[in-house]
């Protein structure tokens, strides 16, 4: 698979995101496979040497949550660093992400600062927070798996609005499974809910074998700043999950 091609027609620096809800590693033929996921992630995704790699349903489904992968593997595959070393980003002893969300970053990014936020609903939902440094420049990336009741959405994206408030200003990443089917977002997407307006392309990654639903998604809060989003595929990420992966570049340093 051909690495991606990144446009320089825009200053600063780039980052190379990558997205996943591997559905704990139950595969379109209904076996439940974790080497298969983390191949697919070795063969087809880590050739186009991702700055970040974000996985949802990437842990048990019910407590204790425990873990399906082998991430030590895929941070080797894929020269990411895995980003819940601490007890505190993870949901147990007996989990590798929290509610199913783990995330592994590039080891040029300095990390200042790494959080979990949890979200109300039927399914315990949740969000992973790493705030890096690349090249001078912070940033913030978030990955989430949100509620498939649209507002329940209304009110997870609400608190992640009122999180940022709090938090230091930066350009702000949201990847994840959003769960949300429409291209235009609908109200969970609004900038007067989130405190600010996030942006990017709508790409088809549900269901797998034949896409319809952009419910993956890569967002920023800089107009303009997400480039080149595409779905992945290929025959053995269509088996390995009912998603299909999404990769997209991000631009920081983009004007609002």
Request: aromatic fraction near 8%; charged fraction near 25%; glycine fraction near 8%.
């Amino acid at each position: 698979m051909a690495p991606a091609t990144v446009k320089t027609d825009r200053p600063g620096t780039s980052l190379r995101c990558v997205s996943w809800n591997v559905h704990r590693a139950k595969g379109t033929d209904g076996r439940v496979d974790p080497a298969r996921v983390c191949e697919a992630i070795r063969t087809d995704l880590a050739p186009w040497t991702p700055d970040m790699l974000a996985l949802q349903e990437a842990d048990e489904e019910c407590r204790p949550h425990g873990r399906i992968l082998d991430v030590a593997g895929i941070a080797a595959d894929t020269g990411l660093e895995y980003q819940h070393d601490s007890a505190a980003l993870r949901w147990g002893p007996s989990s590798d992400g929290f509610l199913g969300t783990i995330m592994f970053l590039h080891p040029r990014f300095d990390v200042l600062y790494r959080d979990v936020v949890d979200l109300p609903g039927h399914c315990h939902r949740g969000a992973v927070v790493v705030e890096a440094e690349a090249d001078g420049t912070a940033f913030r990336v978030m990955s989430m798996h949100l509620s498939l009741f649209q507002p329940l959405r209304v009110v997870q994206m609400r608190i992640l609005g009122q999180y940022l408030y709090r938090r230091p200003e930066m350009q702000t990443i949201l990847l994840g499974d959003f769960n949300e089917w429409r291209p235009w977002g609908g109200l969970m997407f609004n900038s007067r809910l989130l405190g600010r307006g996030f942006r990017g392309p709508a790409r088809r990654s549900f269901p797998s074998g034949r896409p319809v639903l952009p419910l993956d998604r890569i967002l920023t809060d800089r107009a303009g700043a997400v480039r080149e989003v595409e779905t992945v595929r290929t025959p053995q990420l269509r088996l390995a999950s009912d998603h299909l992966p999404i990769r997209g570049i991000v631009h920081l340093d983009a004007p609002k």
